[in-house]
Nanobody
Framework: QVHVVESGGGLVQAGGSLRLSCAAS????????MGWFRQAPGKEREFVAV????????WYADSVKGRFTISRDNAKNTVYLQMNSLKPEDTAVYYC??????????????????WGQGTQVTVSS
């Protein structure tokens, strides 16, 4: 059984920073490509960032490029999302996802196999 658990959300003022963490267990962590998605009230879940199994490749949504950084520590079974210069429009529930299937992880939510419960990020103006 694979478990994915996010942490680190909270309330922050616009321009501030937060770091989200996500731990995955139940398989060898380095066998997963890891992604972050978010869902704001009344909106569909959207792709934020993804990192390859080795950490050597990363992709970002245009809306967060230059402000967010995804990274991973395979020794700690953890992936991180460093969020800087936060904006009110970044307010959402942030979800961590793990992809076990072979192939490019991509930005589609249906390309991921395991999901966490989400952590709320609220950015006040």
């Amino acid at each position: 059984q694979v478990h994915v658990v996010e942490s680190g959300g909270g309330l922050v003022q616009a321009g501030g920073s937060l770091r989200l963490s996500c731990a995955a267990s139940g398989r060898t962590f380095s066998s997963f490509a890891m992604g972050w998605f978010r869902q704001a009230p009344g909106k569909e879940r959207e792709f934020v960032a993804v990192i390859s199994r080795s950490g050597g490749n990363r992709w970002y949504a245009d809306s967060v490029k230059g402000r967010f950084t995804i990274s991973r520590d395979n020794a700690k079974n953890t992936v991180y999302l460093q969020m800087n210069s936060l904006k009110p429009e970044d307010t959402a529930v942030y979800y961590c996802a793990a992809r076990e299937r072979i192939g490019v992880p991509g930005s589609r939510a249906d390309g991921y196999d395991y999901w966490g419960q989400g952590t709320q990020v609220t950015v006040s103006s």
